[in-house]
């Protein structure tokens, strides 16, 4: 009589972003050799993520590269990593597969005694947890209506490593100092069978040349076209990419070298699919009564993911250090969002971009760190509960009156837009006692205002097609105090 399916889903599970100190003190470097620090740069990375019961398991890497002054003068650099292991706490159970993102939020290096690197840290993590209900689809015997449940299926989930690489001519190289590249995806499009994921990587290297500090900077895009089996054009994807290591390769020939940048990107995606089923939401017996249980399926499913662009520009003072009177290079630079918010009309997003820039003084190479607060408002439908992956798609730097650095940026935010859902249907019927049988001939149904064919069945105690075969002229759903008569052929 009462015929169920049993309906899986997908319900995305975020946990709060967990904070962490991580400290370094390599040995082997000596201390003293750093007569002047010009830029510390840091990225994190997650290389495990392990769900228990109630909390996952992440374990990462920090790199830290430094540019520094040696004890002749020169610039040098250092490459150093730190490996880091912490446990979030969140809705995760043993089995889930948990990805997680790193974000260093500050980072500092101190020439004591002895060298020690030190970053704030920012791990979130998340799993998408396979569902099931067990839903009514269809009912005999019974006046019914139906609706269409939609629920959230993951359909794909994969990594891929997309290879990239760009070259840039420079003059005599005597050695590379920094290489750093971090990556962002502006586009992510299913079809059938795959998804095309569009981005870019944006890259500074930094080497001696003739004795001087030079940087190049990279803008490498990319498209890759990742094959997805179940893959459907309309599916909602979900990418992140991340740089997962960058080398420099010199070519040419003497005096004329080329600065080959090549690194390796994790590209992560997911398909999601808003897939529906007929079920029944509301039946009723003419015969017997009806204990129904309802039940409520609530997941979070992304929604979707757009990239904006926009200039940021601001001064970085140099107080009461020497003039500058030139800028060398600007090594190393970073944006973080700090918060994001939707308004009436689109979205207002702020954060601070940072970046070192290093100049000349009287005394030789120096370097600022230029903290440049920015905030902006963007119209378009983002969706809701937003989180943002920012990126320096460029950046330059020049000294003004040789006490101010001025900064000029763009920066590139990918949003993504998470949407909390629900979704009701029937878990199950129990037909009980027979009904009281009506047998007066004659029934009166005065309505109120919106009452729906649905009202009056239950309220007459018959089907849709007996109360229409009565009143033919009968609309719905009905006006307030309007009249239903049925009549019934009583047995003698």
Known sequence: MFSYEKLSFSNLTAAPAVERVVEFSPSGMDAAAIVRVLSLAADGKAVSAEAGDGYAEVSGRVNFRLVYVNRDGEAAGADYNADFSLRVEGEFSLGDSV???????EA????????????????????????????????????????????????????????VSDEAEAGEVDRVVLCDGQAVVSEAVADDGKVTVVGTVNAAVSYVEDGRL???????????????????????????????????????????????FEGDIA???????????????????????????????????????????????????????????????????????????????GVTVEGVLTADVVYRDENGLNSVRA????????????????????????????????????????????????????????????????????????????????????ELCKALTATP??????????TVPLKEGERVVYFRALGL
């Open 99 to 105: 990805t997680a993102d790193v974000t260093v939020l």
């Open 108 to 163: 500092d290096v101190a020439a004591g005694d002895a060298l020690t690197f030190s970053a704030v840290i920012a791990v979130r993590a998340g799993s998408i947890k396979r569902e099931e209900i067990n839903a009514l689809t269809d009912a005999e015997q019974c006046y019914k209506t139906t609706e269409t449940l939609s629920l959230p299926v993951l359909v794909a989930a994969k990594t891929v490593s997309v290879p």
């Open 214 to 260: 030079e940087t190049v900077r990279f803008e490498i895009p990319f498209t890759e076209e990742i094959t997805a089996d179940g893959a459907e054009e309309g599916d909602r994807v979900s990418a992140v990419a991340v740089v997962r290591n960058c080398k420099i390769v010199l070519a040419g020939v003497t005096g004329a070298n080329i600065v080959r």
């Open 267 to 345: 590209l992560r995606v997911s398909v999601v699919r808003m897939s529906g089923t007929e079920v029944v939401n509301d039946l009723f017996m003419l015969t017997n009564e009806t204990e129904i249980t309802r039940g409520t399926a609530k997941y979070r499913v992304f929604c979707g993911q757009n990239y904006i662009s926009e200039k940021v520009t601001g001064t970085a003072p140099l107080g009461e250090r020497p003039d500058a009177q030139s800028v060398v290079a600007v090594p190393y630079a970073r944006c973080t969002v700090a918060r994001t918010e939707r308004t009436e009309t």
């Open 371 to 454: 903290e440049v607060p920015f905030s902006f408002d963007r119209t378009g439908d983002f969706g809701e509960n937003l989180h943002a992956v920012c990126s320096v798609e460029s950046v330059s730097a020049k000294a003004r009156r040789g006490t101010d650095i001025d900064i000029d940026a763009t920066v590139g935010i990918s949003l993504s837009s998470y949407c909390e859902g629900e979704a009701a249907y029937i878990s199950e019927v129990v037909a009980g006692a027979e009904k009281e049988q009506n047998t007066a001939a004659i029934s009166l149904y005065i309505a109120q205002e919106g009452d729906t064919m649905w």
């Open 465 to 474: 097609d007996e109360i229409m075969g009565q009143n033919p002229a009968l």
